[in-house]
């Protein structure tokens, strides 16, 4: 190591070539890394879906979701099995263990699925698919006064215009039902021509079939041959024959049946400030990037044609939050350079600050172009993590500036101060920077998306890191060892530098070398200070007065609010909702402009779009949404200054004007840019349906009682009307069977499919079924027309008794036992999840499940995650520590350092967690990051004092001496260190944007741990230190005490003078009559006793 620094010191013109490469790398792999708003994340998640149309949740668990859970629930690399009965579907989630491909395990259950021949008959084929995040860049909204028809038909032309664009490869239409060509035969109809709907279907379907006829070869060239009709054509299906008499009449399918060509039965909608719209959403695909996507989409809006009346606008556009983000972060790093320049400046030379900050871009520069290289991207996350080693990754190279500095100010030249500067500190910085690589280590190997989410985290800072060791002993030396004499500017900052530094250590003189030695002097008492603040904050986290947020909400400019409704639910209550959201929605609206508070009244808040969707699906996945059908959503988009009342508040009080919902399944108020997660989420278990139908709404019961915690679902708290139809004595006498009659029924009610053709990359079915009027009342279902088995007509209530009941309209597994699930949110400002969960524990949980000994419970979703993640963070956490401390023994040589280094590292909390309660931010998942950054800095702070110490001990320095003489030399450095790295984040810190909110609470972890790190570096283990030697010296005298041999008058003077140096602090008198062992007894105590003196 000293042989490569001396090397690059001597030949600038090798480091100045190295600097320049790093340079422009970076700038040369900025234009071509991937750019987007969040990394791309595995799931690590398989989907299983499995269609038995018109079942009900009952006969899809038994018949379906049993089997399939059966098949792949020891299948290898599989974790937790979810699945979901509702009606007409079975869907099944297989997580995959970490370590597993999730390709071979999808390939496993494929195999296992094909062979299962147990299904029912009418049950479709299981699609099995790896569940994969789906990257949004933007959201268009066509709106306008048109039919649900035209809408569809532009909707579809700006999709294949926006497909046309060379950056745009995905876009899906969303808000309008699946296209649809339904055959509607009238109940009158099949009376009075004695028809079935599967005679009808059988007689059609051989009509509807197209038969390629080969090639007729001609002298104008070759043409095609086919029999049947064209797809699609509604007239050609009305022509269809489906009856011949023995005159030679013809029954066509137009005849019985009324050809409607629209869309299914889904009734999904969107308005946009009243007027009928559909949203267009454009995703990125692949390596494409964000910035050229939306490019794309507002060239295409600044070309688009569209009719008179009809607007196409921009609803969401997660490019502008990736160039506000980039913006922010980019802003705040120029800020937080700035102001470390000018720190640095002060307590530096400027030339000196100057070599020492360009050592930041340099190794930023160079960790850019290693991000293509490590497979990442330039995301929010990324960025981040260049803020985060802003100010930490200065600290190498002002260690090392300070020394070389010291050198010169020793009257040694130029060179030689540089190598003998960066030779001196070498070694220190090599272990600081490798400990601060095993602090960030643990990130690397978190669990779960939000563990693959920061996961470049670490990578970004481990890898500037290391490039900050090569740039302070390569690069840095080399620079600093020209002897130019300073003029002008350059001889002003180091007169004024001069200047600091004698008033520096005036300072230190006068007073930080009196206070360092009151404090150790009264060290124990400072420990006991040490230690009382450390409980302070745990008592601030367990009282409740500093929450635990782990995953914090980010907000945006919109509010939304999403009601999921039961399946059932009827699409007049559906409508009916969606209208008194937009009503409770423009009644806010009315109070937000004209100022509801008084400090409110110079800048109201405008509410200037309402979006109103009904049948919405989920789209952050390409996993199927069986709910989407019953869930409504109305979302505001505000403007204005909410700085006095944040969106959070304006979901608050819209909640509270809307009013509750009690028929609805889930409700959720929130404006929250990230898809939103109850804060309890708890999994009851219970063989029996009804008992565990009980237990759940015991539960949501008692949360709701609860203060601070609202929007409480239960999903087993939707009920569904089913009508059981059970074959009669009767009927059996007519040849009849259960499953011919229930066969009868489905063709009647969900329709028979004839055809299935494409319309403009959709499938288009063509279904057979009953005229909606005759198939909406029970009695619709009583005077269904039923064929018996001599071929005679008759009704079904004469055949078959039908009885009503209510079941629920999902049942859930987890991991193969019956579940219920209720959730809930909570309001961080009046309680915690932790406090909700211990308080519904201790009242209502325990005494239920020692009650019924086959009851269980756990905790699941995002409660489940935080505890995992806590689980593998303080794991990974407890090994980065122990290799931290076996560098340590391998630096120091020795265990009782490094155990003080160690010991110093949970005191960063107190730092991080007091800044958090003065500024009232509750402690997130950003949080602990800055923790683990705070780790590397006292760590390093440490290391370097410790070994500035032993330095000094080294050459003779008592001990007192010594650790005075250390913490005063190594001051300057220590407080250059943190202060940098403050300065480094502050600008963050102070931001108000709300791209900046979620980044704040690692900025304050930082800012406030450092600098009571350097407190913990400056006086916590100096007194340490001391105290260890009181603790040795202790211990060494009470053994010798036991071990020390008789004193004897033939004793040598050497033996004589180490027992009174050994001994004399438990020996009374001089235990010898010779004057000769006597005096040198008494000249071993008197070393003794000098030895204490300077100790203390």
């Known amino acids: ?126 699609r099995v698919q790896e569940l994969i995040v789906r990257n949004r860049v933007v959201r268009l909204l066509l709106s306008g006064s048109l039919s649900r028809t035209d809408l569809y038909q532009l909707g579809n032309r700006v999709r294949r215009q926006l497909l046309n664009r060379d950056a745009i490869s995905s876009v899906d239409i969303e808000n309008l039902p699946e296209r649809e060509m339904a055959l509607l035969v009238s109940r009158d109809d099949l009376y009075r021509y004695e028809l079935t709907l599967d005679g009808i279907a059988a007689a059609a379907s051989q009509s509807v079939q197209r038969i390629a006829g080969g090639v007729l070869r001609s002298d104008k060239g070759d043409w095609l041959l086919q029999t049947g009709e064209q797809p699609g054509d509604a007239r050609a299906y009305e022509q269809l024959v489906i009856r011949q008499s023995d005159q030679g009449d013809l029954l066509k399918l137009g005849d019985v049946a009324q050809v409607q060509d629209g869309f299914s039965r889904d009734t999904q909608a969107a308005w946009l400030d009243g007027k009928p719209a559909v949203a267009l959403d454009v995703y990125r695909v692949g390596d494409q990037n964000v910035l050229d996507v939306a490019g794309a989409v507002r060239n295409y809006l600044a070309e688009a044609d569209l009719p008179p009346g009809v607007g196409l606008q921009v609803w969401s556009d997660d490019a502008r939050q990736f160039s506000e983000r980039s913006n922010l972060l980019w802003r705040n790093a120029l800020q937080g350079l700035v102001l470390l320049t000018l720190m640095l400046a002060i307590f530096l030379t400027l030339r000196l600050a100057g070599w020492v900050a360009l050592g930041i871009p340099v190794c930023m520069l160079g960790a850019c172009a290693m991000l293509p290289l490590l497979g990442e991207s330039f995301n929010t996350i990324s960025l981040f993590a260049f803020i985060l080693v802003l100010g930490i990754v200065v600290d190498d190279a002002v260690i090392v500036g300070e020394s070389i500095d010291h050198q010169r100010r020793q009257g040694l030249t130029g060179g030689q101060a540089a190598i003998s500067g960066a030779q001196r500190v070498a070694k220190p910085i090599l272990f600081a920077v490798m400990t601060t690589l095993f602090a960030f280590a643990p990130l690397l190997f978190l669990p779960g998306p939000e563990g693959a989410l920061m996961r470049v985290i670490p990578i970004v800072s481990i890898t500037i890191l290391l490039l900050s060791l090569v740039e302070s002993l390569w690069i840095l030396p080399a620079h600093l060892s020209h002897d130019r004499p300073a003029r002008g500017l350059w001889l002003k900052s180091e007169q004024l530098a001069t200047r600091l530094n004698d008033g520096l250590e005036h300072w ?66 559906l409508a009916r909702e969606v209208r008194e959201l937009e009503d409770s929605a423009h009644t806010l609206a009315r109070q937000l402009a004209e100022g509801v508070d008084d400090d409110q009244a110079e800048a109201p808040i405008h509410i200037d779009a309402v979006f109103a969707e009904q049948g919405v699906r989920q789209k952050t996945s390409n996993a199927r949404d069986p709910g989407a059908r019953y869930r409504v959503r109305v979302t505001l988009a505000i403007s204005g200054d909410t700085s006095a009342m944040p969106p959070r508040e304006i979901a608050r009080r819209w909640r509270d004007q809307h009013g509750v919902i009690a028929d609805a399944l889930s409700v959720k108020f929130h404006a929250s840019l990230m898809q939103v997660k109850p804060d309890i989420h708890i999994n009851l278990f219970h063989p029996d349906l009804a008992t565990l139908q009980r237990m759940s709404e015991q539960v949501a019961l008692a949360l709701t009682r609860m203060e601070g915690v609202h929007e409480v679902a239960n999903n087993l708290h939707a009920q569904r009307t089913i009508v059981d139809i059970n074959l009669r004595e009767e009927g059996e006498r007519a040849g009849l069977r259960a499953e011919q009659v229930g066969a009868q029924v489905r063709n009647a009610f969900h329709g028979i499919e004839l055809d299935r053709w494409f319309e403009q990359d959709q499938e288009v079915p063509v279904m057979l079924r009953l005229a909606q009027a005759d198939s909406r009342q029970i009695t619709d279902l009583e005077r269904m027309p039923v064929q018996l088995a001599d071929g005679e007509m008759t009704v079904l209530a004469a055949v078959a008794s039908l009885s009503r009941r209510q079941a629920p309209a999902m049942i859930s597994h987890y991991d193969g036992r019956r579940s219920a699930t209720v959730s809930a949110f909570v309001d961080e400002h009046a309680t915690s999840p932790a406090l909700a969960m211990a308080e519904l524990r201790k009242a209502l949980l325990d005494p239920m499940m020692a009650a019924d000994d086959k009851a269980g419970w756990t905790v699941a979703g995002k409660q489940a995650a935080i505890k995992d993640f806590l689980s593998h963070l303080s794991i990974s956490y407890l090994i980065a520590l122990a290799a931290i401390f076996f560098l340590l023994t391998i630096l120091f040589g020795g265990y009782g350092q490094p155990l003080l280094v160690m010991a110093a590292i949970p005191f960063g909390l107190v730092g991080a967690f007091m800044g958090h309660f003065l500024l009232g931010y509750s402690v997130t998942l950003w949080s602990l990051v800055g923790i683990i950054a705070v780790s590397g800095v006292v760590v390093n702070d440490n290391l370097v004092l410790l070994d500035a110490i032993n330095d000094l001990r080294e050459k003779g320095a008592s001990l007192r001496d010594a650790v005075i003489r250390g913490v005063s030399g190594r001051l300057r450095p220590v407080m250059l260190t943190s202060i940098t790295t403050f300065a480094g984040v502050a600008p963050l810190m102070l931001e108000t944007s709300v791209q900046a909110r979620f980044l704040i609470p690692m900025a304050v972890s930082l800012a406030f741990g450092v600098l009571f790190a350097t407190l913990v570096s400056l006086l916590l283990v100096p007194s340490l230190l001391v105290i260890s030697n009181d603790v040795k010296g202790l211990v060494t005298r009470w053994l010798a005490r036991w071990r020390a041999p008789e004193a004897s008058e033939q004793d040598t003077v050497e033996m004589a003078y180490e027992r009174g140096r050994l001994y004399a602090g438990w020996a009374g008198d001089n235990p010898y009559h010779d004057a000769v062992l006597g005096s040198a007894w008494e000249a071993g105590r008197q070393d003794y006793l000098q030895g204490q003196a300077g100790a203390q």
Request: net charge negative; hydrophobic share 45%; aromatic share 6%.
């Open 1 to 126: 190591m000293n042989r490569s620094i001396a090397w690059f010191a001597r030949n600038g013109a090798v480091a100045n070539l190295l600097m320049m490469t790093l340079l422009l790398a970076g700038l040369l792999a900025i234009p071509h890394t991937r750019q987007e708003t969040l990394p791309n994340v595995p799931l690590d998640r398989i989907g299983i879906y499995v269609a038995y149309p018109q079942a009900t949740p009952e006969t899809v668990e038994s018949l379906v979701c049993t089997p399939v859970e059966t098949a792949v629930d020891d299948v290898e690399g599989g974790t937790e099995l979810i699945s979901e009965s509702r009606e007409g579907l079975c869907s099944v989630q297989l997580d995959v263990l970490e370590g597993h491909d999730t390709g071979d395990v999808l390939e496993q259950i494929r195999t296992r699925l094909d062979a299962l021949d147990n299904l029912p008959k009418g049950a479709a084929r299981p």
């Open 508 to 573: 230190l003189d006068r007073r930080a070398r009196p206070i360092l030695r009151r404090c150790l002097h009264w060290r124990y008492v400072l420990v006991v200070v040490f230690v009382g603040l450390f409980i302070f904050c745990c008592a601030l986290v367990n009282s409740g007065w500093l929450t635990m947020v782990l995953f914090s909400r980010v907000e945006g400019d919109r509010v939304m609010a999403e009601v999921v409704f039961p399946q059932g639910t009827g699409d007049l209550r």
